[in-house]
């Protein structure tokens, strides 16, 4: 089983990122995918998640109307398309898939600073 992160980076506040997090080694399709942060000092939160069809989100109050979650089955990978960053978004970025069993990424790096 893998899931890998990637996409994360340095950016500007204001600025854009897509990250995005390929699986293998289990039955994507049936996932439940989430996006979670971890910021210095704090816990992991929640940031957004996706059923496993696809066919419906959910984001923290904190992101919502700047960050979008989409999936694709055939590439059995998971997207966070993140627009208006602010310094505040700055964290390690996980990926989280949900069934009958849990896996997670090991996380990438994502900061918003001029």
């Known amino acids: 089983v893998q899931v890998v992160e990637s996409g994360g980076g340095l950016v500007q506040p204001g600025g854009s990122l897509r990250l995005s997090c390929a699986a293998s080694?289990?039955?994507?399709?049936?996932?439940?995918m989430s996006w979670y942060r971890q910021a210095p000092g704090k816990e992991r939160e929640l940031v957004a998640g996706?059923?496993?069809?696809?066919?419906?989100?959910n984001y923290a109050d904190s992101v919502k109307g700047r960050f979008t979650i989409s999936r694709d089955n055939a590439k059995n990978t998971v997207y966070l398309q993140m627009n208006s960053l602010k310094p505040e978004d700055t964290a390690v970025y996980y990926c989280?898939?949900?069934?009958?069993?849990?896996?997670w990424g090991q996380g990438t790096q994502v900061t918003v600073s001029s």
């Open positions: 989280n898939a949900r069934f009958l069993t849990t896996h």
């Open positions: 080694g289990f039955t994507f399709s049936r996932y439940y």
């Open positions: 996706i059923t496993n069809t696809g066919g419906s989100s």
